[in-house]
């Protein structure tokens, strides 16, 4: 009911010009809106996880809604050294990608071209010398895929009572029950088991690399053509100890350092998970930004370590995406009693 009456609003306020005005305001000109990625699906993962992946048709619409708005896409380091410095120019949008999957070399690289956009990835690493399928994922995945069983005997598993495969909560503590206490090995061998259970292609999923990273090739080839790769922690993790946390940094910048050349600075916390013990941590690491998936527009009054980015995803109309890119959608959002984060 509330979606609804936003979006009954935000066409009330397009009809009357106000997202115009908000778009071209000085308001708008001295904020930055980072959007935020995840993965654009190679096959029929939206409809798995529609609020992490994203038919590339509906992304090259983000596009075209970028060009035909003259919206000026600005690369990461770029916008944040404009946007503290207030000279940042009208309608300033950045890209960024969590993860790093192989999609985004197959479907979303060449769309930026297309559109002669940059875009940062933050990568994590640890798959991407494995070159193999993130196991959870894709466990999750196999269950999805083979619902229309509905319940399977899976005592080959270790399971001892039939899976129900019928709801995603069910689906879910059925992959939470196979992957606890495994190692990467044994959670990969269980992986090609399930599917084995289920007549599930295995194979083809490994074929077309379908929640697979990128590999070091791939990262070397897209760092080479202006794609700035950027850190989001070796392991996809945050531990809260100091020492494992660091550890995650340093494993994940030497990881790029050795595959781009490059040393990066800029980090975004997986899951968008983060705690205030994490900044001073940052600092000591060299860290000059960090985004989070908290929604709103950066200002100069954002904390550099807490960056607010909005997360677009298939359950995102492109009215409401429109909205964001003005800045009304901010702007309803701190109504709803969600303001921007200020500086610690």
Request: charged content about 25%.
């Amino acid at each position: 009911m509330l979606k609804a009456i936003e979006r009954g609003l935000l066409r009330s306020l397009k009809a009357a010009g106000i997202l115009r005005l908000v778009r071209d305001s000085e308001w708008r000109r001295q904020r930055l809106l980072i959007l935020c990625y995840h993965s654009l699906a190679l096959h029929d993962e939206h409809q798995w996880r529609p609020a992490a992946f994203m038919p590339p048709e509906m992304f090259e619409q983000r596009l075209r809604m970028l060009r035909e708005g003259n919206y000026n896409v600005l690369s990461l380091s770029e916008g944040l050294r404009r946007l503290y410095a207030n000279e940042l120019p009208p309608r300033s949008v950045v890209l960024t990608f969590d993860d790093g999957t192989y999609d985004f070399y197959k479907a979303a690289y060449p769309l930026l071209i297309k559109y002669g956009y940059p875009a940062t990835v933050y990568q994590t690493t640890y798959y991407v010398a494995h070159r193999r399928p993130v196991c959870n994922l894709v466990c999750s995945y196999i269950l999805w895929r083979s619902r229309q069983k509905e319940t399977i005997n899976a005592k080959a598993l270790g399971l001892a009572q039939p899976l129900d495969l019928r709801t995603e909560a069910s689906r879910q503590k059925i992959a939470d029950q196979l992957m606890q206490n495994q190692t990467e090995e044994q959670k990969h061998r269980l992986v090609a088991q399930l599917a084995e259970l289920l007549d599930f292609d295995y194979e083809e999923l490994l074929t077309k690399r379908i929640l697979q990273l990128m590999n070091s090739a791939e990262i070397l080839e897209l760092s080479q053509n202006g794609i700035d790769f950027q850190l989001h922690t070796h392991r996809h993790r945050a531990p809260r100890e100091p020492s494992l946390f660091r550890k995650e940094i340093h494993e994940n910048r030497e990881s790029l350092r050795q595959i781009t050349g490059s040393s990066a600075q800029h980090f975004c916390y997986p899951l968008g998970v983060y705690g205030a013990e994490f900044l001073p941590w940052l600092q000591q690491e060299g860290i000059v930004s960090g985004t989070t998936c908290d929604a709103g527009l950066a200002s100069r009054r954002s904390h550099s370590l807490l960056l607010p980015r909005f997360v677009d995803t298939s359950a995102k109309s492109p009215l409401e995406f429109e909205g964001w890119l003005g800045g009304v959608g901010a702007l309803l959002l701190k109504a709803r009693g969600g303001p921007e984060r200020k500086a610690l």
